[in-house]
């Protein structure tokens, strides 16, 4: 099993910055892709972005050049670093993780997501 604990979130400005975390614990674990999605009222959920292991990051048009994804693997934590919030950013971001566990010797997959953040863009 994995927990996750998110933190970060909050009301800020239009303009204004906020930053996420997400730190992962349990034992028998490898964290393989990390990543951030969100879900605004009355709409699904969608991914901000994702960081694999390796650090090769993807993200969502609407947050190019405003968001920054980040991980530390010896934390098993993923970061993500919200500039030039919008009105539009507003949402519950939710972290997610892909993590890789051995039993018997053989490998498995599987999710895990976080409780979610509130995140409010007002003035």
């Known amino acids: 099993q994995v927990q996750l604990v998110e933190s970060g979130g909050g009301l800020v400005q239009p303009g204004g910055s906020l930053r996420l975390s997400c730190a992962a614990s349990g034992s028998n674990f490898r964290l393989n892709a990390m990543g951030w999605y969100r879900q605004a009222p009355g709409k699904q959920r969608e991914l901000v972005a994702t960081v694999t292991r390796g650090g090769s990051t993807n993200y969502a048009d609407s947050v190019k050049g405003r968001f920054t994804i980040s991980r530390d693997n010896a934390k098993n934590t993923v970061f993500l670093q919200m500039n030039s919030l919008e009105p539009e950013d507003t949402a519950v971001y939710y972290c997610?993780?892909?993590?890789?566990?051995?039993?018997?010797?053989?490998?498995?997959?599987?999710?895990?997501w976080g409780q979610g953040t509130q995140v409010t863009v007002s003035s």
């Open positions: 997610k993780v892909d993590r890789i566990y051995y039993s018997a010797g053989y490998p498995y997959t599987d999710v895990y």
